[in-house]
């Protein structure tokens, strides 16, 4: 299933929204490297890595090449300076590729204007990349031992889909299934969407699936109780409920 556009007009421009996107777009084409070795350097240099974060320290040559992550450094490191908190962060704004930048910037766009029109501007930024860490921190969680970086902000987005679930269960989204072009609840598509996570659930994929289900329940957690306060700020809080 593909969502194309919701039903769910907004009275502000998504200024934030559409920073985000631009700043990811910009950083895949002007500053991170499309091919090796360039490329993996690249992403060692400055993506999350799992080992790093749970060790403490920037992963050494050992490391790298043996895919074993360690405890204490046994040889040199290639990137003895690299900053490997803020990379957490960093890694929010890398992409593997021009698909998966694209899909992830779409499902921002889609459900991206309404939740910053409900948190507002700085809410909205600050959620964002709480979200992200949130992300990051349930891949670390459940993969303590990877060598291999975390890139993509999906993680990110998970938490703002996870926000729009909350606040607007029952407003449409047309979305594409196989040929067709229907239109459903987004609480439907939502859900289907974080329960495929776990049917992903498989090391071989390439998919964080982790950071995609804590992302998508940061943003659920966090909205929830706040949601009456939230929504007093958006057009249309709820679709209106014919009588019977």
Not at 31 to 45: G, L, M, T
Not at 52 to 61: I, S
Request: charged residues 10%.
């Amino acid at each position: 299933m593909l969502p194309i556009r919701d039903v769910n007009p907004t009275r502000a421009r998504p200024l934030i929204t559409l920073a985000i996107i631009v700043a990811n777009i910009a950083v895949f084409f002007f500053i991170q490297p499309s091919e090796s070795p360039e490329a993996d350097r690249f992403a060692y240099e400055y993506s999350a890595i799992a080992c790093e974060l749970t060790t403490g320290h920037p992963l050494d040559f050992e490391e790298i090449s043996s895919g074993e992550c360690l405890d204490t450094v046994l040889a040199d490191q290639p990137f003895p300076g690299k900053n490997i908190w803020l990379s957490g962060m960093i890694s929010m704004f890398l992409h593997a590729g021009i698909g998966h930048l694209l899909f992830n910037m779409w499902f921002l766009w889609i459900f991206g204007n309404n939740v910053e029109e409900a948190f507002g501007p700085l809410g909205y930024l600050l959620f964002y990349a709480a979200a992200g860490v949130a992300a990051t921190a349930g891949f670390v969680m459940a993969n303590q031992d990877v060598t291999i970086p975390l890139v993509g902000a999906s993680g990110a987005i998970a938490g703002v889909m996870g926000a729009y679930l909350v606040l607007f269960p029952r407003h449409l989204v047309l979305t594409l299934i196989f040929f067709y072009v229907t239109a459903i609840p987004s609480i439907v598509l939502l859900g289907i969407w974080f329960l495929t996570q776990f049917a992903i659930a498989d090391p071989s994929s390439g998919v964080a699936w982790e950071a995609h289900v804590a992302g998508f329940v940061f943003g659920v957690l966090v909205t929830l109780p706040f949601r009456r306060r939230l929504l007093s700020k958006t057009l249309h809080p709820e679709p209106p409920v014919r009588a019977r």
